[in-house]
């Protein structure tokens, strides 16, 4: 997958993130999912494009 691909994968989760949360508020179930879901896209981000480690 290419820098921008992946940067616009991440973008993709953000925003369902902000609706997920708009309808389900901060402290759902739903949005704690999609909220890990997003961490781990920047964690590889990190990873693969800017070798930061964060383990």
């Known amino acids: 997958m290419t820098k921008i691909e992946f940067l ?4 993709k989760k953000r ?3 902000f609706q997920i949360v708009s309808k389900n ?4 179930k739903v949005t704690l ?5 997003l961490d781990q896209l920047l964690n590889q ?6 070798k930061i480690d964060l383990s």
Do not use: P, R
């Open 8 to 11: 616009t994968l991440i973008e």
């Open 15 to 17: 925003v369902e993130l």
């Open 25 to 28: 508020g901060l402290n759902s």
């Open 33 to 37: 999912e999609y909220s890990q879901e």
């Open 45 to 50: 981000y990190n990873k693969t494009f800017l």
